[in-house]
């Protein structure tokens, strides 16, 4: 059995927990992701491969925590980062009530992928897994679990190639390629604290604003995201369950 914490009554929590004492939880951040994916595509993106992945190993999947920390897009407009001394007391007290619930392995799965989110997850996992030694924590994102594509050196990239597929894969109707479309006003399009650089990424009226990675218009496929989730889903059903073997042994 699984289940989304947040839809389920008391009952039906408890018999999941007796039976398969999972929990995944999801972080994601609200940042710029190119004109064609949503605001908060990290969070979206991960809550949806928790939840396929708690469909295989049964579980609870937790609502996705939205707000993330770090990464390069800090002052692009429509971005919202928080600090770690925000993010950090809710992972600790989220990690605390679960093992009070009985669950005996908590992933903790970012979607963002920003170094100071990344490590933050590890951290806590670590922490966690030291303090609770009856219960198995694991931080982790995307990247750790694949592999590049054919023909490629990178295993993740920010609203280019990686992300967009996963997104046609997942849910295409996130996906608004139609808006990787040239001469955007600047001013509309940015604060004064907007990051300004060398690059694609840094120019608004460019259809490539704010994409880290190859051109998701000519690289994209819905094959691709397929490659991709499926690894990802494959190496993390098989990480639970065996920390939910030598959880429970």
Same mark, same amino acid.
């Given at each position: 059995m699984y289940a989304k914490y947040e839809q389920t009554h008391p009952d039906d929590l408890q018999a999941i927990f007796q039976e398969t004492p999972v929990a995944y939880v999801t972080l994601g951040t609200y940042e710029h992701h190119g004109w064609h994916l949503p605001v908060g595509f990290d969070g979206i993106k991960g809550y949806e491969i928790c939840l396929r992945a708690a469909q295989r190993t049964g579980g609870v999947v937790m609502p996705t925590i939205w707000y993330g920390i770090g990464g390069g897009h800090v002052g692009y407009k429509w971005t919202l980062i928080a600090q770690e001394e925000h993010l950090r007391p809710l992972l600790e007290m989220t990690a605390d009530r679960l093992v009070a619930w009985g669950a005996k392995v908590i992933v903790l799965y970012t979607g963002h992928y920003a170094g100071e989110q990344v490590a933050l997850v590890r951290a806590i996992a670590q922490e966690c897994s030291k303090r609770y030694t009856e219960a198995a924590f694991w931080g982790l994102t995307d990247p750790d679990l694949t592999t590049p594509l054919p023909g490629d050196t990178q295993r993740g990239d920010h609203a280019a190639k990686y992300e967009t597929s996963i997104a046609l894969y997942l849910r295409p @109707?996130?996906?608004? #390629?139609?808006? #990787?479309?040239?001469?955007? $006003? $600047?001013?509309?399009?940015? #604060?004064? @604290?907007? +990051?300004?650089? @060398?690059?694609?990424?840094?120019? +608004?009226e460019d259809p490539l604003y704010a994409v880290w990675g190859d051109d998701p218009a000519t690289t994209a496929s819905a094959e691709n995201g397929r490659i991709i989730v499926e690894e990802v889903l494959e190496k993390l059903v098989e990480g639970v369950r065996q920390r939910l073997e030598h959880v429970t042994a």
């Open positions: @109707e996130w996906v608004r #390629l139609s808006n #990787l479309t040239a001469g955007r $006003d $600047d001013r509309a399009a940015t #604060l004064p @604290e907007t +990051p300004r650089g @060398e690059g694609r990424q840094y120019v +608004p």
